[in-house]
């Protein structure tokens, strides 16, 4: 499928991650108008929440909010373990994909450009098994037209 090109990720936002003394981790992202949060002991795959927000703006506030929260708390900026940038295309017929690893899982967004489209969320057993997916993922929009954002 011709058509597809590069695009900026409108929704692109790095996760927000910390580190407590007491070998916890808290790690918060907006993705795609929603916060996916993921907290625990260091060293395990933690728990996750999702919380779903009517804009990208509120989504936000409430991250920055929770980090206020945690930093009073005792945690500190920490180099994230599970750090994945997202892929993200758009096609010329106005549609976007999107594909990131988060937390062991995979979060595809897809649709029409300008609305919060359709998200998926597939877990997987292990940060490589979602890498893995993912690329095979991004290896099939490639041979359907898509290009890097």
Do not use: M
Request: glycine letters at 10%.
């Amino acid at each position: 499928k011709a058509g597809y090109a590069d695009a900026t990720d409108p929704d692109a936002n790095p996760a927000v991650y910390l580190e407590h003394s007491g070998n916890k981790f808290w790690r918060c992202v907006v993705v795609d108008g929603g916060v996916v949060t993921t907290y625990g002991k260091c060293g395990t795959k933690g728990r996750t929440i999702t919380k779903d927000f009517d804009s990208q703006d509120d989504a936000a506030a409430y991250v920055s909010k929770q980090e206020t929260s945690k930093r009073k708390a005792g945690y500190a900026d920490a180099t994230d373990p599970d750090a994945n940038p997202a892929v993200y295309l758009e096609h010329s017929g106005n549609k976007f994909w999107r594909c990131v690893v988060v937390d062991g899982g995979v979060v595809t967004t897809y649709g029409k450009c300008g609305t919060k489209g359709r998200t998926i969320t597939k877990d997987f057993d292990s940060q490589d098994d979602a890498a893995a997916y993912v690329s095979k993922q991004e290896t099939s929009k490639r041979k359907a037209g898509y290009a890097d954002a």
